[in-house]
């Protein structure tokens, strides 16, 4: 076998020294589906006193002994978070290396931009485990699915937030009880709002929606509602009406523009994406050609995310084996194929635009007539109801024990800016206690 | 834009004038992702006076007209069938045309020597369109799973026999009236053994299991039952029990050898693959760093065959336009990453030696004592009993009004060969009627 090519790891977390496991246990299989060795030359920590399984030779604290490295010719990301692995990816792509990255931050931040830098330089940046841990999910936008047009891509692309959904859906347990078990269970940091208000699936449907619309999407492109406003009441009536609520990441091109959102959804019970439950995520792709395709896995975690990693570190290291990266192939990189020419003239369309169907539950005093009240100011909206549950004997005010009822109402297709203005104004009616859920209906 | 890449095309049917369809009217967008024109040249007819979508002067009834045309540097094999579509692919990879085929048959009979020939000749042989549609799942085999020792494939791969079954869970209908059904809508064909028998799924399961254990399978070594025997009763069981019925291909990796059958199986209803229901295909996999991964889609069809025979046409067409296939590169040709060096040393265990549970339905005496006749056979062969269902007053025989009642059993994990055995044993027993179903549990 010829020289071995080298490897360079920034960052040794729990997903880099699963990739360094998976490099070290599997140097002799990923030799052989190579043609040549692949070597961990250095490893970038922080704390390099830490116990680890890999020799302490191989750690440094100083950025440059990985990225100025000739040895190493191809340098894993597993930072994550925006800085300094936004920088690092940058001198690593200056100095000639080929990327692997697992950072949904920076890519989504920065993507478009990361791979042109790359293309112009003639290296490659791989990203499939920035989304979808290791679902082949990124490849498939980059090969398989390039011959359709892409109408819509559907996706529950954050673990933490759906196995929170899954236990508040199973056991009926009310969210904060939800989030600390996930917590406990090391599913939720203990600072969930990255996951738990959808900024993480924003990130990933950044990524998404740029591969599969061939659009320059950036983060502050995705409308994102997160899931902490979700009581174990709509999880009732969700069950009641043959729906589950999942925490979508939504994106659709339409003719008016496309639709870029993350936020709690009821879907048809029966849905695939329904049925995806705790730490599963999924993909759910419609192209002109294929119809829908699916893709279902574990989402995150240190096995899945290596993976992907080490599965994109075997594809350059292959075509650098193959002698068909670098070099004077540069002005033909193979970065062509991860972003074809962008359509810079697509447009986000603004969440006030969107159409679609919702729930809403209400608390109103339970008196003849609020009913026709609110389907007034609905109707006055142009929205239009399907169904209406009403659940009597809601106690809302303990001091006065008023007798309440709770109002469940399903709307067919509405404008969303209609919507927003008619249940601020329902909120007002005199027999109305307080709005408690506004949720989407996708499916 | 540079020269045009030159395509020639061996078939015209359904699939074919779908691949023909999309590289004409999306011939704009597929140029901007490959960097020049992808033009297809000419098409081998059988009947070119046909009335086609395509210019008459592109059609030729000669194979030479397609294989010696130096201008055709990417065949796209879809005549289906054995011969002559091996001998053509042989012929085209002679001439040093990079190939891609929606061959099952030939991929499964010849795969593994295609794909030798081919690197040797420096060109690529792509064959996604062979297995499942447009789902992607050659693509994940060759990349993105490699990085993973792979423990299972469990499928539905075949859209004939998922439509009949759906119909027969749904519907209660018998066989006969779902396959006619599928016959007048198209999904089965006049002779519909290839899919109903399993042969059809074995050919998938045998390219699927190459890819997936690096050992060169061939059709003879899948075990292959058909869905021809299930009758509505069992599926009126199956949702008793809490079961769906699907023809399922499996690929096992065990320490005793690889498991490889394809076989009808009850499921549990809430598993994901029970829910894969009518024309749709999808692919379940189990790796040790990913974990399991499933693949969802339309497995067959004009419009997902196109998207995924189309892929790869633009996939080899981007590195023939980056200089990255043929000419010198020869030595390392991207085939290598194709198919990794296998593991010739891999035995097929034999379907005798599977251990699996088992569903099986006999109609007997309705006579006290006749259960434990049963499962004293059963006990013989160590096999133990999961549960039993009787019914009683099913009529076996009109003419003697004799009054049976069908029995029910539910295996633990049992050895075929001494199930095959017991049931045989049973079936003579004075007071069994017949056997009606044996059916094996999985999941």
Redesign the interface.
């Known amino acids: 076998m010829q020289g071995a090519i080298g490897v360079g790891m920034l960052g040794l977390g729990i997903v880099g020294s699963?990739v360094a496991q998976?490099l070290l246990t599997?140097a002799d299989?990923?030799a052989?589906?190579v043609?040549r060795p692949v070597v961990l030359q250095r490893a970038l920590v922080r704390t390099p006193d830490k116990p680890r399984a890999l020799a302490p030779a191989l750690l440094t604290t100083n950025p440059a002994a990985v990225l100025d490295d000739p040895a190493i010719e191809v340098v894993v990301e597993v930072l994550g978070g925006e800085q300094p692995a936004h920088q690092y990816i940058l001198a690593a792509i200056e100095r000639g290396k080929h990327v692997v990255t697992a950072n949904k931050e920076v890519m989504a931040k920065y993507g478009p931009e990361i791979l042109e830098s790359a293309a112009a330089r003639g290296v490659d940046v791989a990203f499939?485990a920035s989304v979808g841990?290791?679902?082949?999910v990124i490849?498939?936008f980059r090969?398989?699915?390039?011959?359709?047009?892409l109408q819509e891509v559907t996706a529950i692309i954050n673990g933490t937030t759906n196995y929170i959904l899954t236990k508040m859906a199973r056991e009926g347990v009310d969210y904060e009880t939800a989030l600390a078990e996930a917590q406990a269970l090391g599913y939720a940091e203990a600072d969930p709002r990255n996951d738990v208000d959808g900024i993480d699936a924003a990130y990933k449907l950044t990524i998404l929606a740029t591969l599969a619309f061939h659009a320059r999407m950036r983060p502050a492109d995705v409308y994102a509602e997160g899931i902490a406003r979700l009581a174990a009441a709509d999880f009732r009536y969700a069950r009641e009406l043959g729906y589950a609520i999942k925490l979508l990441a939504i994106g659709r091109a339409t003719e008016r523009g496309l639709e870029l959102r993350v936020h709690p959804a009821f879907l048809p019970a029966?849905a695939?994406l329904a049925?995806v439950d705790g730490v599963y995520n999924a993909v759910s792709v419609e192209?002109?050609?294929?119809?829908?395709?699916?893709?279902?896995?574990?989402g995150a975690?240190a096995?899945?995310t290596?993976?992907?990693v080490?599965?994109d570190?075997?594809?350059i290291a292959?075509?650098l084996?193959?002698?068909?990266l670098g070099g004077e192939?540069r002005a033909?990189?193979?970065l062509?194929?991860l972003l074809?020419?962008l359509d810079e003239a697509r447009r986000v369309l603004p969440m006030q635009d969107v159409w679609t169907r919702y729930y809403l539950r209400l608390i109103a005093a339970d008196r003849p007539g609020v009913i026709a009240q609110i389907t007034h100011v609905l109707g006055e909206h142009e929205i239009s109801l399907a169904s209406v549950i009403q659940k009597e004997d809601v106690v809302v005010d303990a001091a006065s024990d008023l007798r309440h009822a709770e109002i469940v109402l399903m709307t067919h297709r509405a404008h969303e800016a209609a919507m927003q203005r008619a249940v601020a104004l329902i909120a007002e009616l005199p027999t109305v206690a307080r709005i408690g859920s506004l949720i989407r209906v996708e499916g």
Chains 1, 2 share one sequence.
């Open positions: 699963g998976a599997k299989s990923i052989r589906r043609g499939e841990g290791g679902i082949p490849g498939a090969l398989d699915l390039l011959a359709n047009d029966d695939l049925n192209g002109d050609l294929v119809g829908r395709v699916l893709f279902y896995g574990r975690g096995g899945p290596s993976s992907a080490v599965a570190v075997i594809d292959q075509r084996h193959a002698g068909r192939a033909a990189s193979p062509t194929r074809p020419p």
